[in-house]
């Protein structure tokens, strides 16, 4: 058994794995010791001879562990039966920072002898795959967990073996215990290491990393006031920021920055790691054009930091808005080496409103757009990160007046904030 795996094992009997189902996170505990409990949600509705399993991705190389957990997916999809249930997962110790192990829960309803266990089998020797199976009691009730190991010419299940019990929701959503710099990046260092090492498997990480600044100078302010507009697609950014250009002689940039737009597609195919690293990066090299335009004029920027930060924080937790990190906590602070805005306006839009804007459009969505659109809950908690975000936190403004009427009550704040 690899290191990363065998490190896991002491304390095994101390996680809890929570399951996705319908987009809400299900739990459940284990423990060496049947007291009676009953068999947790996730177990309840499984038939007598289902089997389930779950696979864990687990290396201390976390680039190899983030491109080989959607590489999993595509790969059991692809050669699992199609009877087969195939749910993401994960395992962490409740309340302990960077325990989180992320994979697949695995329900196999098929009967008489299946290829399931062959491929799992060969995934454990060549792959960084930790397996479990679970089976049922002979009363019918109660589950089992079985731990596969390395034997010396196959993968079987060792001797060792925990029952299967109900878990009480924890404190924080799992996902929210790896999230710094992993999830959203609050540092330029920490951003760079990943784009690093991505050298070998990603050659346009190194062009990318080559457009940064010798050194990015974030905390110095410019001469003149930096604005900042956020808001989801369709609320009416685009229309303002010009506006805003063109009414105090401003210079207007936009983050994402146009320089890494012949790497954008490629590095939207990433897992979440890599793909957060670049668009991290891209907010230091904003940071650097706000600098050099801020000695002569003032700036508008379509888009900053807060917009990296808050997708990212919906999109790696689950559920309702309550499973956010809590108001105040250290995941919504502005990162300490990147320049400040003097002022961040939030345009706001009923979502009713906004898809018929986006409809006349008549432009295609990205995929966080497309899931804003269908996925109530993800909207939400774009939403809510967004006004959770200090250093500078964000002032929202109603965009479903008029243009101009938008464009009056911001110039009233910008005045009154940066004293143009």
Known sequence: MAGRMKSLLPRWSSRVFSVELDGAPFYFAIQEKHRGEEAPRVFRKLQTHDRCYTLLVCSRDRIKTARFYGELKDKLLRELPPECGLSPMSSFLPNVRDSLIKGYFLKDASEGSSPVERLLSDLTQHEPVFVCSYSKNDDGQQWTQHLWSHGESQVMETAKKYYVVPSETPEYHPSTLNMINSDVFYSLDEACEVLKKCGDIIPEAMSVLELLPSRVEARNKPDFPVIVIEGLDATGKTTLTES?????????????????????????????????????????????????????????????????????????????????????????????DLLQPSLVVLLTLDPEERKRRLRSRGQGETNEEQELDHNQLFRLRVEEAYRRISGPACVSVDASPSADQVLQQVLLLIRGKCHL
């Open 244 to 336: 805003l250009r063109e009414t105090l002689g401003a210079s207007l940039l936009r983050s994402p920055p146009q320089c890494l737009s012949p790497w954008r597609a490629r590095f939207d195919q990433e897992p979440p790691l890599i793909r957060r690293a670049f668009y991290a990066l891209g907010n230091y090299i904003t940071a650097e054009q706000i600098g050099q335009e801020g000695k002569k004029t003032p700036v508008i920027v379509d888009r900053f930091w807060h917009s990296t930060a808050a997708y990212a924080i919906a999109t790696a937790v689950s559920g309702p808005v309550c499973n956010l990190p809590g108001e105040g906590s250290e995941v919504y602070c502005w990162p300490s």
